[in-house]
């Protein structure tokens, strides 16, 4: 694993707890963190000692978006990004990490604004602190709101009508509304965020390696299906996959004799 600046890994067995680590900054997207992100989460697809991302933010926030600050003053484009420069650059953090096997919980607390948002947006669970308070500030700044896959991901998630509102105003959520809403899974105290990451990562881990995997997969290709059969196709091909792996029949021997799973790596 490079040695990163920005964020922070620490590895817990099948578990890496990624954190953004510009406390200073409220944890704001700069250059070299969008690069170590790419990095990072580009590493994971071959990967299979990591089952489960845990991401969260240093200090008081989550992340509050773009470095307005580094962007205004360093206005040269970056040779990445597929000719997007900067924009696409950055976009191709969360395309990876939709694209990794791994499943991505975000513990949210604070600010999660803009690029941040879309960050939590694009896990595949959030929990939120009693402190989150989420929204898409591109439009604040005389952007659109349609950026970083927050137009893929939030109606998704929450709805044509409360995204419209979201994207059009810029206006926050807070973690209760959120709650509501289906943003997210579970609302704590901010000092038992962490906990309750732990507990989902391990309740996560009670799955096989191929069958987390798989149901990722399925899960996504099913949300943009054109058919049933299509969806139906995806799900007959990942159950064939996994019953032909051991794990099928150590978890069908662990649930017949009321035990706990031994899987190994498929």
């Known amino acids: 694993m490079p040695e990163y600046t920005t964020i922070t890994i620490e590895k817990r067995g099948e578990v890496d707890w990624l ?5 200073e900054a409220m944890n704001a997207i700069n250059l070299q963190m969008v690069g170590e992100l790419n990095d990072y989460f580009g590493r994971l697809y071959n990967d299979g000692s990591v089952r489960v991302v845990v991401m969260r933010g240093a200090g008081k926030a989550y992340c ?5 600050k580094e962007r205004a003053d360093d206005r040269g484009e970056v040779p990445f990004g597929g000719g997007f420069g900067f924009q696409g650059y950055l976009a191709d953090v969360y395309i990876k990490m939709r694209r990794c096997p791994q499943v991505i919980v975000s513990l949210v607390h604070g600010p999660a604004c803009g690029g941040g948002f879309a960050f939590a947006l694009a896990s595949d669970i959030r929990l939120a602190g009693e402190s989150a ?9 005389g952007l659109s709101s349609c950026d970083m896959g927050v137009s893929y991901f939030l109606p998704r998630l929450v709805g044509h009508s409360l995204a419209s509102e979201l994207m ?5 959520i807070n973690a209760e509304r959120a709650l509501a809403a289906n943003l997210v899974s579970e609302v ?6 962490d ?15 191929m069958g987390l995997r798989m149901t990722k ?7 943009d299906a054109g058919s ?10 990942n159950q064939l996959m996994t019953s032909a792996s051991p794990n099928f029949r150590e978890g069908m021997g662990a649930f017949l004799e009321k035990r706990k799973p031994n899987y190994t790596s498929d």
């Open 168 to 172: 059009l105003t810029g206006r926050f």
């Open 217 to 223: 997969e399925g899960l996504q290709i099913a949300t």
């Open 64 to 68: 509050a978006g773009l470095d307005i």
């Open 133 to 141: 308070r989420m929204n898409s500030a591109f439009i604040r700044i």
């Open 228 to 237: 049933l059969e299509a969806a139906m196709a995806i799900e007959n091909r």
């Open 19 to 23: 954190t953004l680590d510009r406390p």
């Open 188 to 193: 704590v105290p901010d000092a038992d965020l």
């Open 195 to 209: 906990a309750a990451g732990e507990r989902w990562a391990e309740e996560l881990l009670a799955a096989s390696p």
